[in-house]
């Protein structure tokens, strides 16, 4: 950590700040500059500490952390990054992983058409949710078990793996009997007592940005799976919310490579929800690809019109036909297969 004191701040006023320091348990090397005193703190528990508590003090310009605050997510804690292995399919290698499906699982019917749709098309794994959260308590709330059995039925016939939301930590077991990646949703991104369970089971989890949620907010989330010992942990960038109004939520494509920068865990984007519009994922797709992302989360419907719940971003058929060719190409470009 760095302290940089104000210009003219007085010696008492330095010596209260190295005193706070070594007390938090650093080691402190000053250098005093012509206008500037900078203490810089090494060792300590810095994940631990608030720098504000160091902004506040008397004659203290500004202090600044220099390691992140969370450890296990970090970069450094695995340079070469992390490939998540699940059924046969890698996450995080060479590949891009598509994973595409309704939003909610409505019907057998339904599913079975995604699955078939997303299977011949190169996709790995099918999603729908059967636990949806939804902003108005009176919108489809989901099938429940019913949505998970016809989900784990149409993956099984169709050589797909599934992906689902678990809304809840109570719902873990229930999720985990038929999904092969638990989903936590953006509004769930700092529940925290549901990621501490997640941690403490094995089965992959792909974690969503929250809606307001920064980069580091993200990672410090996934921090709590990870600091469980569940290590299989899959980032997804899925929009923000922005001043923007033409646009669902903001698609944030530079979370992409700042996040491969910070952490070794694998991101995938989900275009969908980042624009809310049909019209505008195939391009946020293809973006997403060529900025790195390790794979997709696409929403795709035999019959979006009539899709119970987020109709308007879901693809139609030869929509996501026409955009799994153009995804090969840009990830060939970009050293990936797909
Ligand atoms: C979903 O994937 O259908 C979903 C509800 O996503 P989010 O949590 O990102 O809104
Ligand atoms: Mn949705």
Known sequence: MV??????????????????????????????GAMHTVLGGVGG??????????????GVK??????????????????????IIIGGISIGGGEVVIMAGPCSVESRDQINRSAELVASTGGKVIRGGAFKPRSSPYSFQGLGEEGLKLLSEAANANGLLVVSEVMDHTQI????????????????????NLLRELGRQPKPVLLKRGISATIEELLLSAEYILAGGNYNVIL??????????????????????????????????????????????????RAAVAAGADGLLVEVHPDPDHALSDGAQSLRPAQFEELMGQLRMIASAVGRSL
């Open 173 to 192: 077991p229930l999720v985990g009997t038929y999904a092969d990646i638990l989903q936590v949703g953006a509004r769930n991104m700092q529940n925290f």
């Open 45 to 58: 528990r810095v994940q631990e500490i608030d720098t504000a508590i160091f902004e506040v003090m008397e």
């Open 236 to 285: 997804c960038e899925r929009g923000i919310r922005t001043f923007e109004t033409y646009t669902r939520n903001t698609m944030d494509i530079s979370a992409i490579p700042v996040v491969k920068k910070l952490s070794h865990l694998p991101i995938v984007a989900d275009p969908s929800h980042g624009t809310g519009r049909r019209d505008q994922v195939a391009a946020m797709a």
């Open 62 to 83: 500004e202090a600044h952390r220099i390691a992140s605050p969370y450890k296990l997510a970090s970069r450094s804690f695995r340079p070469g990054g992390t490939e």
């Open 3 to 32: 302290v940089v004191m104000q210009a003219g701040a007085t010696e008492r006023q330095i010596q209260a700040v190295i005193d706070r320091m070594v007390e938090t348990g650093f080691d402190v090397h000053r250098s005093t």
